[in-house]
């Protein structure tokens, strides 16, 4: 499968499983539910807060995309 179809395929499991929770069911196979970039689709390296992997993170942290985020020194 291409990257782009597991991202889509991630997502649909993620809102299938705040579905069942949220009607208070419980779904078959809710461990298979993972995260992955929304950039590239990597699943390794996850940062929940941005939403993305750790590579990507730190090139669009570089370049200045992600608001907030300035690299540290001291």
Do not use: D
């Amino acid at each position: 499968m291409a990257r782009k179809a597991l991202i889509n395929k991630t997502r649909q499991g993620q809102k299938k499983l705040l579905n069942a929770i949220k009607n208070g069911r419980k779904m078959k196979k809710a461990t298979q539910v993972y995260n992955r970039c929304r950039v590239c689709g990597r699943r390794h390296g996850y940062l929940r807060k941005f939403a993305m992997c750790r590579i990507c993170f730190r090139e669009m942290a570089n370049r200045g995309e992600i608001p907030g985020v300035r690299k540290s020194s001291w």
